[in-house]
């Protein structure tokens, strides 16, 4: 395929096309998180074995994430997407037939199978249709489909759950997602790797030499450690927010889900635009501009999270989780570009998968964190003991930026000059 093959346009199309998988994407995930409250009066199941289930998808994520971004660097990125898609929808739709703790952490775990496909895929995919000049803000724009997803798939299944029984949002979007897949694949198309570059080549590098690339890289290595921290805090608030909300502020179950998913993730959707326009500004001017932008939302939104959890009045509460969400927006607008800034576009796959290896299998630590402190810290109440556990992944996030100083530096030194985009 040449590159004259694709339009300005259709490449701005394959964002808006691959946004609405995206965005069920996440609304599959969180919506598991929404009902954690029904399934604790249904099934009888403590805070710990909550934190599990919450966690069970990110460990199958975790553990398969490297093979997925192997395969996306070797085959179809497209059929990864589309394939990805369906099975992951066939597995929310399995959710609904749940009956016992195991068979509840099964099924989680086998989405996370599905779903770790998508983005080592759905990130190569776009950095081929984007050069550096417009990269950040195609991510972004993607982006803003996690937000999108997680507001209204949460406030949507807990609504649903409310109302019909917790099993009712799984019978509605698995099917929606099935068949999302089936239109999608009528359109979305593949570019040559390393189209954006100028260096479109079908030859993929050996295994041992991708793996070379990246661990040879320690801006890299750094940014993936950073992500690591970032989806610890993030993985704390996607499962126990409605359930923090419900239990402390004692919000209704669909007005939990609904506040715990909309404030700080309408935020980010706002803000995650704006960083990625001013990250693709600051990287032709100097060397890890983008990853500057990521670090201005970790060291600002870390006051905020610790204000989240040991705040007693709902205004504040509002207030810190409204600007927290903005302040992810910044650091989640080059969670993948700032690191193909590092990466060369052959290994980009893996390089995905890798990073999600070590984000989502350290990130899952966090729900089940909160669930054992939240149980067994023995210091307060169970709701005191929650609120301390989320005011700590403010100390979490500062840990985050200070990776983010460290791959800055190392980033600059290795590519003292910008190159013209």
Avoid at 115 to 133: G, K, N
Avoid at 147 to 152: M, R, V
Wanted: hydrophobic fraction near 55%; include cysteine.
């Amino acid at each position: 395929m040449a590159n004259a093959t694709f339009s300005a346009r259709y490449k701005w199309w394959v964002v808006f096309m691959v946004w609405f998988i995206c965005f069920f994407n996440y609304a599959d995930r969180q919506a598991a998180s929404s009902v954690l409250p029904l399934l604790s009066k249904n099934f009888g199941f403590d805070t710990f074995q909550l934190g599990i289930i919450g966690s069970a998808f990110a460990w199958i994520y975790a553990a398969v994430a490297p093979f997925a971004g192997m395969a996306a660097d070797r085959v179809s990125r497209k059929r990864l997407i589309i394939a990805a898609c369906v099975i992951w929808s066939f597995f929310t739709l399995a959710t609904a037939a749940c009956g016992s703790f195991s068979s509840f952490v099964t099924v989680r775990a086998l989405t996370g199978l599905a779903e770790t496909f998508y983005f080592p895929a759905v990130m190569a995919l776009i950095s081929d249709f984007h050069t550096p000049a417009t990269r950040s803000r195609a991510m972004s724009l993607h982006q803003s489909a996690v937000y999108a997803g997680t507001i209204l798939g949460s406030w949507f299944a807990a609504v649903l759950a409310e109302r019909s029984g917790w099993n009712v949002p799984f019978l509605v979007f698995g099917p929606i997602g099935i068949l999302l897949a089936i239109v999608v694949s009528k359109f979305l198309r593949e570019p040559p790797r390393g189209m954006a570059e100028n260096s479109a080549s079908e030859a993929p590098a050996s295994i041992p030499d991708t793996l070379k690339i990246i661990f040879s890289t320690p801006a890299a290595i750094l940014l993936m450690g950073a992500f690591l921290c970032a989806n610890f805090v993030a993985f704390i608030f996607l499962t126990w927010t409605p359930a923090f909300l419900f239990n402390k502020f004692h919000y209704s179950l669909g007005a939990a889900g609904l506040t715990g998913a909309v404030f700080i993730n309408l935020a980010s959707a706002v803000s995650v635009p704006v960083a990625g326009l001013l990250a693709d500004k600051l990287s032709r001017r100097f060397s890890g501009g983008r990853m500057v932008i990521q670090l201005c939302g970790l060291l600002v939104g870390a006051f905020f999270i610790l204000l989240i959890g040991q705040t007693a009045s709902i205004t504040v509460l509002i207030v810190a989780m409204t600007c927290f969400g903005l302040c992810k927006g910044f650091y989640d607008s080059g969670i993948f570009a700032s690191l193909y800034d590092t990466i060369e576009s052959r290994a980009r796959g893996t390089a995905a998968g890798l990073m999600n290896t070590v984000g989502w299998g350290g990130g899952a630590l966090g729900p089940i964190f909160v669930g054992y402190v939240s149980k067994y810290k023995g210091q307060g109440t169970e709701i005191k003991n929650m609120s301390d556990a989320i005011a700590f992944g403010g100390v979490v996030y500062l840990l985050a930026a200070i990776l983010i100083i460290f791959a800055i530096f190392n980033f600059a030194r290795c590519h003292p000059h910008i190159e013209p985009v």
